[in-house]
């Protein structure tokens, strides 16, 4: 058995090793631009928390939403009792949406082909009041809610302008 003391280290350094060495350093370099370039990707996919105004006012009041049923017919420019944009109305539409699932839709004929919409767009509300039937109170209040949801469903402004001066 020979004594590995007594024998003489291998050269690294030297030419028989130069080529081992730099495949060596040429695999570590892709190693760590591999890693580097999986760290960015991480930190791309990592939830951001958006910024904010500090000027900016919070309100303090939430705004009556009426039924989907409502809005679905003011988009259509069809009539639709006023109740619903009461807060009486928009309260109903709260109750309701426990009843109706957002996700539920339903069959609709429509220019005699078959079509599916939200199930909700079609349920009018058991407890709306005709126009006639409402107090003057809540006529007058319920008028400027009105005009707002007109407006936010794309009504020509000038259907609105003149709406407003009747009011």
């Known amino acids: ?13 030297g030419d ?23 760290c960015l990707e991480s930190e791309k996919k990592k939830l951001k ?33 006023l109740w619903y944009f009461l807060p009486d109305g928009c309260k109903d539409t709260l ?9 539920t839709f339903s069959l609709a004929k429509l220019n005699d082909q078959l ?4 199930a909700s767009a079609f349920k009018a509300s058991r407890a709306a009041l005709p126009d006639h039937e409402l107090t003057f109170f809540s006529f007058l209040w319920v008028k400027n809610l009105f005009l707002t949801h007109t ?4 009504w020509p402004q000038l259907h609105i302008n003149s709406l407003a001066l009747f009011f």
């Open 95 to 103: 109750k309701m949406s426990c009843v109706i699932v957002e996700d």
């Open 16 to 38: 028989i090793y130069a080529g081992i060495h730099a495949q060596e350093e040429e695999d570590w370099l892709a190693r760590e631009a591999e890693a580097e370039k999986e």
């Open 49 to 81: 928390m958006n910024g904010f105004s500090l000027t900016t006012a919070v309100g303090d009041a939430i705004v009556p939403r009426p039924s989907q049923f409502a809005i679905q017919k003011l988009n259509n420019f069809e009539y639709i009792e």
């Open 151 to 154: 407006s936010t469903a794309k």
């Open 115 to 118: 079509t599916v919409r939200l």
């Open 1 to 13: 058995m020979a004594d590995p003391s007594l024998e003489t280290c291998p050269n690294f350094a």
